[in-house]
């Protein structure tokens, strides 16, 4: 008999950032456990995509274009799921662009956009769902995506972005121990380096960078957006339903080494 300890059957899941990365692989895990998705992202056309291949999968995806760092957007795309499905059980928030400037030269309104983008955006949608999560009395899963900069520090101009996701991991912690008696489990992923656009423009314009990034990283590699899935669905399932207010690493190994540390390479492996 199939185990249903990861099934989604029957769930409705909320991710945003759905068209690519990250949002777009937790989307898809989802869809492949059985869960029914509102799929959130600026990119319109990029989203569709993602919802394309979840119809394939024969479940439903309805796309919803939307400024994530925007409230009175988040509270229409909740009004849209409450027409759309009725009902939440999982919220991904994933969206959220950072500004990269040295602290000596970012502005102020700069700063505020990056709050915007990763805190107060992600505390609207994080109300909405915890509403209706308590309202239906069914409990649910939040998973908000972090930073390893939310618990370290990075350099490079990224102190707004630092401060953000170190906010990110406190509404993680607060609100977990505020629902957690209504079943509602809230946790975070702090992912290291994770291929992407941004990533690999910043990677080109300073060659030196992946050395670097890797340097740090005992498994040798840098992370890929589909190394999520598996804990995405995980932390959407009944399978975590004693895990709550959790920051939990996907860095390969990143915050477990010394900086001074190194790494034992073993014959044949490629990075």
């Given at each position: 008999m199939p185990s249903t300890l990861f099934d989604l059957s029957g769930k409705v899941a909320v991710v945003s950032g759905a068209a690519r990365g990250l949002g777009r692989a937790m989307s898809l895990a989802l869809a492949e456990a059985g869960a029914d998705l509102l799929l959130v992202d600026l990119n319109g056309d990029g989203a569709l995509e993602t919802a394309s291949t979840i119809a394939e999968m024969g479940r439903r995806a309805v796309v919803a274009v939307n400024d994530t760092s925007d409230?009175?957007?988040?509270?229409?795309?909740?009004?849209?799921?409450?027409?759309?499905?009725?009902?939440?059980?999982?919220?991904?928030?994933?969206?959220?662009?950072?500004?990269?400037?040295?602290?000596?030269?970012?502005?102020?309104?700069?700063?505020?956009?990056?709050?915007?983008?990763?805190?107060l955006g992600r505390f609207c949608a994080c109300q909405e769902a915890g509403r209706r999560m308590l309202a239906a009395g069914r409990g649910g899963s939040i998973v908000n995506i972090g930073s390893l900069a939310s618990i370290t520090a990075l350099g490079r101009g990224h102190t707004a972005y630092s401060m953000a996701m170190g906010a990110v991991a406190q509404m993680t912690r607060e609100l977990s121990t505020e629902w957690s008696s209504a079943g509602i489990r809230v946790n975070a992923i702090l992912p290291a380096q994770v291929v992407n656009p941004s990533l690999e423009e910043r990677m080109a314009a300073n060659p030196r960078l992946r050395d670097q990034y890797l340097s740090g990283i005992p498994t040798g590699r840098l992370g890929h957006p589909d190394d999520i899935k598996g804990l995405a669905v995980f932390l959407a399932s009944d399978s975590s339903k004693w895990i709550t207010g959790a920051l939990i690493p996907m860095d390969g190994g990143n915050l477990a080494m010394n900086a001074g540390g190194s790494v034992r390479h073993s014959a044949g492996k490629k990075a």
């Amino acid at each position: 008999m199939p185990s249903t300890l990861f099934d989604l059957s029957g769930k409705v899941a909320v991710v945003s950032g759905a068209a690519r990365g990250l949002g777009r692989a937790m989307s898809l895990a989802l869809a492949e456990a059985g869960a029914d998705l509102l799929l959130v992202d600026l990119n319109g056309d990029g989203a569709l995509e993602t919802a394309s291949t979840i119809a394939e999968m024969g479940r439903r995806a309805v796309v919803a274009v939307n400024d994530t760092s925007d409230p009175k957007q988040v509270r229409e795309l909740f009004q849209r799921l409450d027409s759309e499905f009725g009902r939440i059980d999982f919220l991904g928030n994933v969206a959220g662009d950072a500004i990269i400037k040295p602290p000596e030269e970012i502005t102020l309104e700069e700063v505020e956009q990056v709050w915007r983008n990763l805190v107060l955006g992600r505390f609207c949608a994080c109300q909405e769902a915890g509403r209706r999560m308590l309202a239906a009395g069914r409990g649910g899963s939040i998973v908000n995506i972090g930073s390893l900069a939310s618990i370290t520090a990075l350099g490079r101009g990224h102190t707004a972005y630092s401060m953000a996701m170190g906010a990110v991991a406190q509404m993680t912690r607060e609100l977990s121990t505020e629902w957690s008696s209504a079943g509602i489990r809230v946790n975070a992923i702090l992912p290291a380096q994770v291929v992407n656009p941004s990533l690999e423009e910043r990677m080109a314009a300073n060659p030196r960078l992946r050395d670097q990034y890797l340097s740090g990283i005992p498994t040798g590699r840098l992370g890929h957006p589909d190394d999520i899935k598996g804990l995405a669905v995980f932390l959407a399932s009944d399978s975590s339903k004693w895990i709550t207010g959790a920051l939990i690493p996907m860095d390969g190994g990143n915050l477990a080494m010394n900086a001074g540390g190194s790494v034992r390479h073993s014959a044949g492996k490629k990075a």
